[in-house]
């Protein structure tokens, strides 16, 4: 219960902080996308701010034992670039350029009730589905391959 009280917490004020910097408007977060245009450098302000808080707060970490409320840190294990980390981070980035959202502030914005963000979270939603679905058939497809056939388990 605890856990789950200050992950509500957390997530209430992550909405407040992208609401109030801004992050929800799309508008604002194109015009900073747009360097050659009229670029709007407010939101390097947010973006400093946070890896300041960051950096802080991972350095504090680190001398801990454990977090507060959980057993162990989840630190990713692999430091590795591959192809699927890179195109996965271009299609985020074009969606975010040409929509101007991202996915912590489409869910934060479905509470304005715009039809276009609900589109929005519904196709975001909906790609996510669709990618865990394709990586479950390709993952039982390296599997099949893999497992000798019985035909040759009896030669």
């Given at each position: 219960?605890?856990?789950?009280?200050?992950?509500?917490?957390?997530?209430?004020?992550?909405?407040?902080?992208?609401?109030?910097?801004?992050?929800?408007?799309?508008?604002?977060?194109?015009?900073?996308?747009?360097?050659?245009?009229?670029?709007?450098?407010?939101?390097?302000?947010?973006?400093?701010?946070?890896?300041?808080?960051?950096?802080?707060?991972?350095?504090?970490?680190?001398?801990?034992?454990?977090?507060?409320?959980?057993?162990?840190?989840?630190?990713?294990?692999?430091?590795?670039?591959?192809?699927?980390?890179?195109?996965?981070?271009?299609?985020?980035?074009?969606?975010?350029?040409?929509?101007?959202?991202?996915?912590?502030?489409?869910?934060?914005?479905?509470?304005?009730?715009?039809?276009?963000?609900?589109?929005?979270?519904?196709?975001?939603?909906?790609?996510?589905?669709i990618y865990s679905w394709v990586s479950e058939i390709r993952a039982a497809t390296r599997t099949f391959a893999a497992a000798p056939s019985e035909?040759?388990?009896?030669?």
């Amino acid at each position: 219960m605890k856990s789950l009280v200050t992950s509500f917490i957390s997530g209430v004020v992550f909405a407040l902080g992208l609401g109030i910097s801004g992050m929800t408007r799309p508008v604002k977060v194109i015009g900073f996308l747009d360097f050659f245009g009229a670029w709007d450098a407010s939101l390097a302000f947010v973006i400093v701010g946070a890896i300041a808080v960051y950096f802080v707060a991972y350095r504090f970490s680190r001398t801990m034992p454990s977090p507060l409320l959980a057993p162990d840190f989840s630190l990713p294990k692999r430091s590795d670039i591959d192809a699927k980390l890179v195109l996965g981070a271009a299609v985020f980035g074009m969606g975010w350029g040409l929509s101007g959202f991202c996915p912590g502030p489409a869910l934060t914005s479905l509470a304005s009730g715009a039809p276009a963000v609900a589109i929005f979270v519904a196709a975001m939603a909906l790609g996510m589905y669709i990618y865990s679905w394709v990586s479950e058939i390709r993952a039982a497809t390296r599997t099949f391959a893999a497992a000798p056939s019985e035909s040759m388990q009896d030669a």
